[in-house]
């Protein structure tokens, strides 16, 4: 098996880890450790992401764990391969989800991504932890159906608002609505 074939396969299989740090570890175990606090911090200040730093602290034990297990089971040849496609992929995931939230769709895919980020943020965070796919929460039945995403006017991502209005913009209002400070208890 040549390198880059075995760092494909951790290019193509990024998903699995992407899903499981994301559910089982920045979820799971409620702020008792560095990754889920800042993940939650991520959560309730939605423009705040953790120092590049910290993230390199929470990630690197990982992919050494992941280097040293593949590299005792198929040779550090292949081991330190995979392990690349994975690390490859982890940098291009902080980009990714970090220009969710900073910057206005593209194309469909960015579209489909923010929809389905913004609802595991603004919906229910106990489904949609895939970012960058949804496999593995279709593998794992965590898959919800994105409705209309009631962001919270603290918590919108500028690029969602119209400057002039302050509202949501033409092209997002069939998919999002603002929801400001007050309205839940206004309506009640």
């Known amino acids: 098996?040549?390198?880059?074939?075995?760092?494909?396969?951790?290019?193509?299989?990024?998903?699995?880890?992407?899903?499981?740090?994301?559910?089982?570890?920045?979820?799971?175990?409620?702020?008792r450790s560095l990754f889920s606090r800042e993940?939650?911090?991520?959560?309730?200040?939605?423009d705040y992401f953790a120092p590049t730093l910290t993230k390199a602290v929470n990630v690197t034990p990982v992919m050494v764990a992941v280097a040293a297990l593949l590299s005792l089971a198929v040779g550090p040849g292949p081991g330190l391969a995979y392990t690349g496609g994975l690390a490859v992929m982890y940098v291009a995931y902080e980009l990714f989800h970090r220009?969710?939230?900073t910057h206005a769709p593209r194309n469909a895919y960015g579209r489909w991504a923010?929809?389905?980020?913004?609802?595991?943020h603004f919906?229910?965070?106990k489904a949609n932890h895939g970012v960058t796919t949804p496999l593995g929460d279709l593998v794992c039945r965590t898959l919800d159906p994105k409705t209309r995403i009631p962001v919270p006017e603290?918590?919108?991502m500028s690029w969602l608002l119209d400057p002039e209005t302050g509202e949501v913009a033409a092209p997002y209002r069939e998919e999002y609505t603002l929801v400001r400070l007050g309205a839940s208890r206004k309506a009640a």
């Open 114 to 120: 923010r929809r389905h980020h913004f609802h595991h």
């Open 123 to 125: 919906v229910n965070p």
């Open 39 to 46: 993940h939650r911090r991520h959560h309730a200040e939605g």
């Open 1 to 31: 098996m040549t390198a880059l074939v075995v760092f494909a396969a951790g290019v193509l299989t990024w998903w699995i880890l992407e899903y499981v740090l994301h559910r089982f570890v920045g979820h799971m175990p409620r702020g």
């Open 99 to 101: 220009r969710l939230h």
């Open 154 to 156: 603290r918590l919108a």
